[in-house]
């Protein structure tokens, strides 16, 4: 019953045994080390997340839960990042990971788009363009993904905790 689940070129992918961290392939358990761009800019990550629940401190109580456990989750990712980064390099291990620098240059756009349109459109907007370029969504699955997005970033921050959603420089 599972047995097309089992192999991967079934639904158009390479098989597992290819995948080198399939369970049981060669290095799989192997830590690996980073690039030294990439640990710097996981440095500078931990750095803003340890920033931005500092400024989170100053919230209301009410308000200042959900960035706080934001900023903690992302603390904690990016401080596993550098530690597994550390003990790859004392292993001496070869094989290097590439950051995305792409989703790094998209989130910096969907900033910028924040700047100018304001929270709910921009989302939607990165929403939309992330499903349809990475994703390879159907232009209908990436306008209702972002719909649903942008409904969800407005039903959480704007109705639930009544906070003031941004509006952009030009919208």
Do not use: N
């Not at 070129?9 to 192997?30: E, H, I």
């Not at 900023?71 to 597994?84: H, L």
């Amino acid at each position: 019953m599972f047995s097309a689940l089992a192999d991967s070129a079934a639904v158009g992918g390479p098989p597992l045994s290819d995948c080198p961290r399939a369970a049981g392939a060669q290095g799989a358990d192997r830590p690996r080390a980073q690039p030294k761009t990439d640990i710097v800019a996981t440095g500078a990550m931990t750095i803003v997340f340890l920033a931005a629940g500092g400024a989170a401190l100053s919230f209301a109580e009410e308000a200042r839960l959900l960035p706080l456990l934001a900023c903690g989750i992302g603390v904690a990712a990016t401080g596993t990042m550098i530690v597994a980064h550390l003990r790859a390099r004392g292993a001496g291990t070869l094989d290097e990971p590439h950051m995305p620098w792409r989703l790094i240059g998209g989130f910096a756009l969907f900033l910028v788009a924040i700047l100018l349109f304001g929270i709910l459109p921009a989302s939607a907007l990165y929403v939309c363009g992330h499903a349809l370029s990475a994703l390879r969504l159907r232009l209908w699955r990436a306008l209702a993904l972002a719909g649903a997005v942008a409904s969800t970033v407005w039903l959480l921050f704007g109705y639930w905790l009544r906070l003031p959603l941004s509006s952009g420089v030009l919208w």
